[in-house]
């Protein structure tokens, strides 16, 4: 595990397709990898490096209200000033088997507290991996939205808080 560097980038596209193709996730698709990696209000990033290839990856972004789980987070008490929101979470097949999506979500929750912040996000609800590992940190759902695909299409998702308001 190791903080995401600008040359990381061409590799993290790369798997973020085959990750896309096998898994559909994201479920707005991969048009601009590049893009979605490096999404409006980063904080940080983080990659899992397995054999010298970045195979997996994680972030944290600023809280914004028009996301589904920040808003549910302030509806329920919390502050979205020590809000940041995990995002872009995911492993491609080479790395899978060795717990790091659970080492990934593991060093956002870290980075967080080491900050005094509280985390929130969205899982689909067809990603159960992704909503094991969270339950797994101690993560708590918060309620549930339908995602926005951004092709005319919805799908639904839960939403989660690193801990309880």
Same mark, same amino acid.
């Given at each position: 595990?190791?903080?995401?560097?600008?040359?990381?980038?061409?590799?993290?596209?790369?798997?973020?397709?085959?990750?896309?193709?096998?898994? #559909?996730?994201?479920? &707005? #698709?991969?048009?601009?990898?590049?893009?979605?990696?490096?999404?409006?209000?980063?904080?940080?990033?983080?990659?899992?490096?397995? &054999? @010298?290839?970045?195979?997996?990856?994680?972030?944290?972004?600023?809280?914004?209200?028009?996301?589904?789980?920040?808003?549910?987070?302030?509806?329920?008490?919390? @502050?979205?000033?020590?809000? %940041?929101? /995990?995002?872009?979470?995911?492993?491609?097949?080479?790395?899978? /088997?060795?717990?790091?999506?659970?080492?990934?979500?593991?060093?956002?929750? @870290?980075?967080?507290?080491?900050? @005094?912040?509280?985390?929130? #996000?969205?899982?689909?609800?067809?990603?159960?991996?992704?909503?094991? %590992?969270?339950?797994?940190?101690?993560?708590?759902?918060?309620?549930?939205?339908?995602?926005?695909? #951004?092709?005319?299409?919805?799908?639904?998702?839960?939403?989660?808080?690193?801990?309880?308001?």
């Amino acid at each position: 595990m190791r903080d995401r560097r600008p040359g990381d980038l061409d590799a993290l596209a790369a798997a973020l397709v085959e990750v896309h193709r096998i898994d #559909g996730y994201p479920v &707005e #698709g991969v048009a601009d990898p590049h893009a979605w990696l490096t999404p409006r209000g980063t904080l940080h990033a983080w990659v899992a490096v397995l &054999e @010298d290839a970045v195979v997996g990856h994680a972030l944290a972004m600023t809280a914004q209200p028009e996301i589904a789980a920040v808003d549910a987070w302030v509806q329920r008490g919390g @502050d979205i000033a020590t809000t %940041i929101v /995990g995002a872009r979470l995911f492993v491609a097949p080479a790395g899978r /088997g060795r717990r790091l999506g659970t080492t990934l979500a593991r060093t956002l929750t @870290d980075w967080a507290v080491h900050h @005094d912040l509280d985390i929130v #996000g969205d899982v689909m609800a067809k990603d159960t991996v992704a909503i094991g %590992i969270y339950e797994r940190l101690g993560w708590h759902r918060i309620g549930t939205a339908m995602h926005d695909t #951004g092709r005319g299409a919805h799908v639904p998702a839960y939403l989660y808080a690193s801990r309880e308001p």
